[in-house]
């Protein structure tokens, strides 16, 4: 196991170097200019310097090189430093620099990184974590009333998209009954606890939305992988060996059902950073997926490039999770 | 060695020991003397007359019905026999004449809903299973009966080791530590005839072939000494050759441990070899009942005379075609009030659509469900 994982580590390498160079040249072949957003008076020899400021003017592999050596190197080196507070380890020289904003990506990231793994995040922790026991329910009592009330939640959360609930519960929560802000403030800073409640209060709704969608996928899926493993002769059997139905339940048929529930999980982790851009809007948590689309917007490509490529790497990783984790649960799996 | 000072040997082994690991060395000559017995105890111990006393194990009108979108099913009807400790009841009929209905319910192990148990009684020393409240009846199960199931790729769980499924019942019914378990698990491998328990223990089903995996579950179903054993099918899902070792192993544990053994099989091959007493079941009834020797000396059912006669013989003078029964056997949708074997039946009187027939003695612990009983010898033996 340890070797499969340390192999599959290693292939990620190539993997994401080819996945690095589609996604650079698709942005390439995009008609989008990081001049266009600046004022038409500007004159064109101005605007050719600033291209070749920028590096626009190299061939396509040089710029690619120069990214990745700034996205794979040097952006690293700063994040070490600031983290270790070295500042000797960072690297000299040019950074990875934002179009839109001139500013290091990698600052923009660290930025926006904490709203969207507290707002984003904890929803699918709280989605994940309410669905596994209401999905294991549901399943035991198969059509009871807190199942077809299961399936009443959850036919709402897969159908009604987020941009109407979201704008509902802003309506009802914040505008009638006010017991919520209707915008996410991101320059809260939580210092002490009117501060921390303030804090709790503006993630409510946000995390609401993005929850009822996660907990309505993974507990449907929990339920039909638990219901799946009911039917199964081993639990008769366990049953006939006089287990509880506890046992029956938490340990012969939990153990099954999670095989395939975890693949889910961890595959659905990277949405995270990406599947949350329509709450994020509405919200206006500007979280990593907000810094996307305004990027792409300005035909930023810097940031779209970066960020689309640690997406990938987020995807391509949680893949390996979920391998990993299939081949923990599952001793029929193999991988030598 | 007399059978007699091997028994109480047994004994001594299969109370719940106290000392985890004691009894593992003590088991292998004890092995070895039944594989040498094993071959000259052909002759079965007769058990009519022997117990005076109430049987160890009686069902009395069983009744057991399924609730379905199409309507009631009738599965199990008035079903009743008894079997005694040391003794083995064959139950034979066609697919869906409700053997593995009435096993099930005997310890209450199907959904209900859809299933209910109508009516009738269980008794196991003389306690009724089917008034015992859920935990009872849990502390039974396993421990009192066991329960051997038909398939064996399917009826073991796959994601934990065989020592962890054997243990559960040690440790859930006998209060054993996990080292005393686990000890116990080994030997109990090792009693079912898997080289190397030690190290098997600690494997997954995956790892085992289905000859292996039933032995597993034959372990698993003798862990807590039972005094019943249900074994639905155990063979069936297995190649003739593996079919042939488990028979024998059951043979031998029985002859070891004394439990009862019902064993629910449609291969009558198999239940002339190892039954003493033949049950035969249609549309979820007993229609004929009898020692192993009178009932297939003189099948007195029209049914069983059919199935019989479909049953292929080794060494048959003429290659003689293979012949099945007619029909399909019906699905009751109320409580059978006429013979329900009539449709196919090449005796059938008007009776026989007008009164259910009850079962009634024809001979030495034979009985058969039939107005016009066949008296003839049988001409297939
Ligand atoms: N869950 C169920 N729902 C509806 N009907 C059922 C159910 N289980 C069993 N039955 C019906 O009960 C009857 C008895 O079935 P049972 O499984 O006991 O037969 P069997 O004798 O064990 O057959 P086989 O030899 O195929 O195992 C059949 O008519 C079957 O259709
Ligand atoms: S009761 Fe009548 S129909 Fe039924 S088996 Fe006997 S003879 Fe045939
Ligand atoms: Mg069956």
């Given at each position: 196991m340890l070797t499969f994982t340390l192999r599959r580590l290693f292939l990620m390498v190539p993997t994401l170097l080819v996945i690095a160079l589609a996604i650079f040249l698709l942005l390439e072949l995009?008609?989008?200019?990081?001049?266009?957003?600046?004022?038409?008076?500007?004159p064109e020899d101005v605007r050719e310097g600033l291209r070749a400021a920028l590096g626009l003017g190299d061939p396509w592999y040089v710029r690619f090189l120069r990214w990745l050596y700034l996205f794979a190197v040097v952006e690293p080196s700063h994040m070490l430093a600031a983290a270790t507070?070295?500042?000797?380890l960072a690297i000299e020289g040019p950074r990875l620099i934002s179009f839109q904003t001139r500013s290091p990506v990698a600052d923009l990231i660290m930025q926006r990184l904490p709203q969207t793994l507290w707002v984003v995040g904890l929803s699918y922790l709280v989605g994940t974590l309410l669905a596994l026991p209401i999905g294991i329910y549901s399943a035991y009592r198969q059509y009871g009333w807190f199942d077809q009330f299961g399936v009443l939640i959850s036919m709402a959360g897969f159908s009604l998209p987020s941009f109407f609930t979201g704008p509902v519960l802003i309506l009802v929560f914040s505008i009638w009954l006010g017991w919520f802000p209707t915008v996410y403030d991101t320059m809260l800073t939580v210092s002490d606890w009117s501060s921390f409640w303030l804090q709790v209060r503006q993630m409510i709704l946000p995390v609401a939305v993005l929850s009822l969608l996660n907990l309505a996928q993974i507990s449907r899926f929990v339920r039909a992988s638990v219901l799946d493993n009911l039917g199964q002769d081993y639990v008769r059997t366990a049953r006939a060996k006089g287990m509880t139905e506890r046992v029956v339940l938490l340990v012969h048929v939990l153990r099954n059902s999670m095989i395939p529930v975890v693949t889910v999980i961890a595959l659905g982790f990277p949405t995270v950073f990406t599947g949350a851009i329509i709450t994020e809007q509405l919200f206006r948590v500007n979280g990593i997926g907000q810094l996307l689309i305004t990027s792409i917007y300005a035909s930023d490509v810097p940031t779209v490039m970066t960020l689309s490529v640690i997406f990938a790497a987020l995807v391509v990783f949680f893949n390996l999770v979920a391998d990993v984790l299939y081949g923990l649960l599952d001793p029929r799996i193999r991988y030598d | 060695m007399p059978p007699r000072g091997l028994a109480s040997e047994r004994n001594n082994h299969w109370l719940p020991h106290p000392y985890p690991g004691v009894g593992f060395t003590d088991l292998r000559p004890l092995l070895k003397e039944t594989d040498k017995m094993s071959n000259s105890h052909l002759e079965k111990p007769t058990t009519a007359g022997i117990h005076a006393s109430a049987p160890l194990f009686e069902v009395r009108d069983l009744e057991t019905v399924i609730h379905t979108r199409s309507g009631t099913v009738h599965a199990v009807n008035s079903v009743s026999f008894e079997i005694n400790a040391g003794e083995t009841l064959g139950v034979v009929g066609e697919s869906g004449s409700g053997k593995s209905v009435t096993m099930m319910s005997l310890i209450r192990l199907l959904a209900s809903p859809p299933v209910e148990l109508r009516g009738g009684q269980v008794l196991l020393g003389g306690e009724d299973l089917l008034k015992l409240d859920e935990g009872a009846l849990r502390d039974l199960r396993g421990k009192k009966v066991g329960f051997v199931f038909q398939d064996p790729m399917t009826s073991l769980n796959p994601v934990f080791t065989v020592g962890f499924q054997l243990m559960e019942p040690l440790r859930q019914?006998?209060?054993?530590s996990r080292r005393g378990a686990h000890d116990r698990a080994v030997e109990l491998l090792a009693l079912v005839g898997i080289p190397d328990p030690a190290r098997r223990v600690d494997e997954y089903p995956h790892q085992f072939s289905g000859g292996m995996r039933q032995r597993v579950m034959i372990a698993m179903a003798l862990a807590c000494d039972p005094a019943v054993l249900i074994a639905d099918e155990p063979t069936t899902a297995l190649d003739v050759t593996i079919q042939a070792q488990i028979i024998e192993l059951m043979r031998e544990l029985q002859s070891k441990l004394g439990m009862a053994v019902i064993w629910v099989t449609h291969d009558l091959n198999v239940v002339r070899e190892i039954a003493d007493r033949v049950l035969v079941m249609y549309a979820g009834q007993v229609i004929e009942h009898g020692p192993v020797d009178a009932l297939f000396a003189q099948p007195a059912h029209p049914y069983t005379r059919a199935l019989l006669a479909t049953m292929p013989r080794a060494g048959g003078a003429k290659q003689e075609r293979l012949r099945a029964i007619e029909g399909m056997p019906p699905i009751l949708t109320?409580?059978?009030?006429?013979?329900?074997?009539r449709a196919r039946c090449g005796h059938a009187r008007a009776r026989c659509a007008q009164e259910l027939p009850r079962r009634q003695p024809l001979s030495n612990g034979h009985d058969v469900a039939c107005h016009y009983p066949l008296r003839e010898v049988a001409e297939h033996v």
């Open positions: 995009s008609p989008g200019d990081p001049m266009s957003q600046l004022p038409l008076s500007i507070g070295l500042d000797n | 019914h006998l209060g054993m109320e409580a059978p009030q006429s013979c329900a074997f």
